[in-house]
């Protein structure tokens, strides 16, 4: 499958973005699709995981309570939405997709497939 993430931009603190990841050559529900951000310097940190058996997901702990993942099937995306955005969410935001969900939560290493990075910039 190939990944294609979209929905980036510059916000002011406060403020909200949706980022959608979107599959294309196979159906994401086949896949457990983590949403993960890297800023220059620092390793790529998991931010967000949906599964794709039971729908249940995972939350790094400086995101709960304002961001919020979520599939549509019928159009073959995922989406990360981020509410009350804080300068340190700013970071390139990528998608990773595999078949196994303990897979994605271990982290990005070894993950089968990626989307380009799309930038989020909180900046007032």
């Known amino acids: 499958v190939q990944l294609q993430a979209s929905g980036g931009g510059l916000v002011q603190p406060g403020g909200s973005l949706r980022l959608s990841c979107t599959g294309v050559g196979a159906p994401l529900s086949f896949y457990a699709i983590g949403w993960f951000r890297q800023t220059p310097g620092k390793e790529r940190e998991g931010v967000s995981v949906?599964?794709?058996?039971?729908?249940?997901?995972y939350y790094v702990a400086s995101v709960k309570g304002r961001f919020t993942i979520s599939r549509d099937n019928a159009k073959n995306t995922v989406y990360l939405q981020m509410n009350s955005l804080k300068p340190e969410d700013t970071a390139v935001y990528y998608c990773?997709?595999?078949?196994?969900?303990?897979?994605?939560?271990?982290?990005?290493?070894?993950?089968?497939?990626w989307g380009r990075g799309t930038q989020v910039t909180v900046s007032s």
């Open positions: 990773a997709a595999d078949p196994l969900y303990r897979a994605v939560l271990a982290g990005p290493l070894g993950l089968r497939h």
């Open positions: 949906i599964s794709n058996s039971d729908g249940e997901t």
